[in-house]
Each structure stands twice: as C-alpha cells, then as structure tokens.
C-alpha cells in the first residue's frame, strides 16, 4: 500500500485544529445549556409546594360565636407527586373580632386540643393547658398560645397554609 | 502548557493514540460518502447524555413511568427540548445506520476478509433497532402502550416457544409494571453495553481491515495514493455531525415530541400504530394468518438477516463496482422497494379506512388534548388513607368497583376527574338528579353518543351504588 506522508503545511494543520476545536466547542457548548437547565430545575423553579387548603365559604362564618372545627386537606406537593392528607384546624375570631385560623396542634407537646363548650375555653387533655377562644395561653404548660396559620381569600372562599410548629417554645417556630 | 502536554504524554500515549487514530490512511481521498459511521458515533453519543439526564427524573413502574415523563415535558426547564432531542435522536439513529449500511453494501466495501466488520455492522443494526423497541414503551402513554402489546404479541406467532417468549419479555401473560422494568433494563443497561462492546469491535476491526476506498479498488488490497483520514475526512464526518445536531436541536425546539394519555389497557377502541421505523414490520405482518404465520414472522425474516448477515461469505467476488452487481443491487432495491412499500401502504390503508381513521384522528385529538394540560402531580399511595375515608360507606365503595367494571374511568378518568374523552364528573351531583343520572345510564343522549358513551345497563343495585358513588366525588 502506498501512503502519502505529504502533510500540508503546518500552519494549515494547526489552523485547522483549532477551527475544529472552536467547532466542537461551539456545539458542545450549545447543548449543554438544555443540559444544564435541565439538571438545575429545582434551583430555578421550586419543586416541593405546600398549597393552601380550603376552610370553607367565608359566609359559613360570618356569625361565628364560638371556635368550629374544620378537617382541611392538605396538598404537599414533592416533585412529580402529591400527598394529600388531613389536618384539623378550628376557625375562630381574634380580640378584634377578624377571622382566625387555629392548629388544632397542642404548643405543648402535640395533642389535639378539643374546644370545650361549657367552659368556653380549648383544653388540651393530656397536660392541662387552657387556651382561650382566641388562642391564647390561659393557663398549663404550654410556654405560647395555640398556632395561628396564614390565611388567605380568594373568590370568597377562605384558604389556609396549613404548617407544624416546634414544640416546647415560647415563640412560634415554623418547621421546615 | 507543552511541557504539562509533554509530561501527560509520556504518562499517557495520549498524543500517539490521537495520531494513530487521526493518521488513518484513506485510499482514493476523503469524499462525502464515508462520514456516515461518525455521525451514528456523534448521535449514539447525544443519546447517551440525553438519556443519562432523562434519568434524572425518569421511574419506571406502571404507577409512575407516565407522570415522569409528563412531569419532564411539561414542567421541568428544557424537559421537552430534551426529550424530544432523543425522540429525534432515535429516528435518526435508524436513518443513518440505513444509510452506513447502504453505502457499505452499494460500494461493496463488505468485501476483501471484513465478514466479522460486516456481522458486528449487522448485530449493531439490529441492536438500534432493539433500543428504538424497548425506549418506546417507557413513557407508558396509550400509543406506547397498545404499540408495545402489538409487537410483543408478534412474538407469540413463533412456533413452540412463542407463547413463552412473549411471557419472558413482558415479564407476565399481560403487559405490567414488569414489562416496563424488563424495558428499563435492557434499554439502559443490556443493550447498552453490548452496543459499547461491539462498536468498539466494530472500529478495531475496520482499522485492521482499513478503508476499502472507491469502488473500482480491490477491497482486500485497494491500491491508490491514499490520503490522512485528518483533516479533510475529519471535517467533511464533523460537518455532518454539526449538521444532525443542529437539525435535530431546531426540531426538538420547533416540533416538540408530544406525550399522549397515561395508558388504559381497558380503552378497547385504541388503533395501536408503531412509530414510523417499524410501520414495515406491522403492514408485513398483517398478511400472516393462522398456519402460515410461522412463513411470515419466523421463516422469511429469518432468512432474510441470515442472508444479510453471511452476505460476505456469499459473495466472494473481488468485484465492487454497483453496475456490475445486478443481482446484488437487485435484491437491494426489491428490499428497499419492500420496505418503503410496505409502509406507505400501511398509511395508505389507514387514511382510506374510515373507521380507522377517524379513530386515529381522535386518538391524536386527545393527545394533543392531553399536551395543552398542565401537569398534575399523581397522588402518592400515602395519600389514599385520607381519600378512601370518602369510600367508607359500604354503598359507595361498590360503586366504585362497577363504576371501574364499567370502565368508565377509561373516558371520565379515574375518580372521575376527566379525560380528552370525556368530561369531568366531579360535582355532577349539582346538575342531575340520582334519578335523571340513572336514566341516562340507560338512555344516554345523541350528544353523549356521538361522544362515544355507551349505553349502560347495570341492575338496579348497581346503578344505585355507581350513582352514590358519583354523587360524592369531589
């Protein structure tokens, strides 16, 4: 077999090293934006999500006299999925009469606290500690009040972000 | 900077590999005719790093495989565009391996002691064609599905062991969540591999071979001033690299490969339809009935890559030039001729079939239905818990049960949540009474039946069970 070893010059041969490498670069370049667009998703967009719950028409508490109790459901978006699960909230009015949304989630150490009626009080059954209608800390353990959550209201229907708070602690520490 | 390339080198070799592997003699010169080879390599290449992040969010299970792959076209940043680059990647796999095997044959360059280049060609061949197979089954939507359960049931047609063949690919009698495992598997993992071992067999044999060069050369000794595979051949095999990429890249961006319904194997009306690669083999095995199947799905493919495959053992001449070939560029053409003919006449049938038609019309309808949605998160199993507290009453779990019997999930989905099909029927409660639902059960209107609803007759029991059941969806 006759092989011709007649490089071209070698300035040509670097000339067209480095166009190739541009080249290659060029494109390797382009398509690893995609790329990395794709693998960075959860740094640009958020991909868990807590959505708000419904609590009802906000007319259904209007006359509010006293705390009612509400099961909401609760959407925890993860990705690709969703766990739905239920949560007790009681729906009540603070000192200034506005609307208030209260876990039903003991401060103290995470009983269900059951609105007492006769006494006009919530009472926690495991450790005694009495909350007002408000929420607020009468007496027991309990270092703080019973947990407002954030509420919002759209085309009339009242929504919550439902969330759990650290126990045994004065202030009001979402968990995240 | 020399003097770190120099020390690497020494370390490496990697300067004398790059040149042998760029000194490659070409006789006759670069032409055009040859870049096909590298540009399968390029694209193979792109398949892989689009696969590999595909992963990222990909499962695969019945239960998940579908919301993944929606979850990466419709949420995920650059999702569609890079799914759909592999989509398109696939096909244009199987194009440019037809044309690496077409201008190997008509350049008779399978001559001159390259039998094992030209077996591992044809096993690489049949390997594209086996991860195009497996990779279209993963999205798990209603045209990946019904396509899939056409072809594995294809297998079944062979004689003997068909039936079991059939079982071990699908993992089971039906097709499952372990079909889907079975496909993962070998898509991303069996064929792979085997695909990386015999490209590399594949490349160490034509260097040992060599370039066979024009067609007028003795393959097995071609004598002509030969010419370094760098640059010339270097740059004509990238631009046809940078010409796929680009043109792949603008149709991923331009026309992005749609996901269809999550597969219902209980829609009985489905028209399944392969993807265009295999429209051949479906129209060819349409012709195969009862005792003389075993000729049309096992005898004459068989003997057909057999031919394929021993074609260099066959054909011994020294000879390579195509007008003096008639029989080999005969059978060419008639195969080529077959293919393409086949497939043509498979759209053909399908667009003078009415019925077909218009159920394929209505099948890309709803796909396209589907696409316009936004993505819904799928509800986690955890969650059912919550959910079948509202299926407590004994009345209305029943209704679940014949409201699935029925399956009307199939068209108002499940739990009633609608489909492209057919509409929601949460909250129907509002608008009917239990006594107008029944009767429209038995009685469904004009529009109701044009939309494709049944009739349906359950007794009465069950239509008070379905209809409690339908009540409270919400």
Known sequence: ?176 | MSGLRAWVNRRTGLDDLLRSALDEPIPGGARFAYVFGSGLLFIFLSQIITGVALALYYVPSAENAHTTVAYITKAVTAGSFLRSLHSYGASAMVVVVLLHLSQTYIWGAYKGRRELLWISGCVLFGLVLGMAFTGYLLPWDQKAYFATAVGTSAISEIPWIGASLTRFVRGGTAMGTLTISRFFVAHVFLIPAVIFALVAAHVLLFRKAGAAGPVSLDAGDPKQKTELFYPRQVLMDLSLTALLLIGLGALALLVPVSLGPAADPANAQYVPRPDWYYLPIFEWLKYWHGAASVIGVLIIPMALVIAIMALPFMDRRIERRPWKRPVAMGAYVFVIVMIVGLGLRSKYADEHDPGVASQLAKQDAAEKGYMREPFEPALSSSSLAAVNVALADPLVAKGEKVFRAHSCNACHGEGGVGTAAAPALIGISATFTPDQLAALFAHPTAKMIAGGMPRVDPSLDDSKAMIAYIEGLK
């Open chain 1, 1 to 176: 077999m006759s092989e011709s070893r007649a490089d071209p010059p070698h300035n040509r041969r670097s000339f067209l090293a480095a166009l190739l490498a541009l080249g290659s670069l060029c494109i390797g370049g382009l398509l690893s934006v995609p790329l990395i667009r794709f693998a960075l998703f959860p740094l640009l967009r958020p991909t868990t999500e807590l959505k708000p719950s419904s609590v009802g028409p906000l007319g259904a508490f209007a006359s509010l006299t006293e705390p009612v109790l509400r099961t909401i459901q609760i959407e925890q978006v993860d990705g690709w999925r969703k766990v739905v699960s239920e949560q007790d909230v009681y729906v009540t009015k603070d000192s200034r009469g506005a609307l208030l949304v209260l876990s039903s989630i003991c401060p103290h150490l995470g009983c269900i606290v059951p609105w007492v009626g006769d006494k006009r009080q919530f009472v926690c059954p495991c450790h005694v500690s009495v909350f007002a209608a408000d929420g607020r800390a009468i007496s027991g353990p309990s270092l703080r009040g019973m947990d407002s959550l954030d509420t919002t209201v759209r085309d009339g229907e009242l929504l919550v972000r439902f969330q759990y708070f650290r126990q045994l602690v004065a202030r009001k520490e979402p968990m995240t």
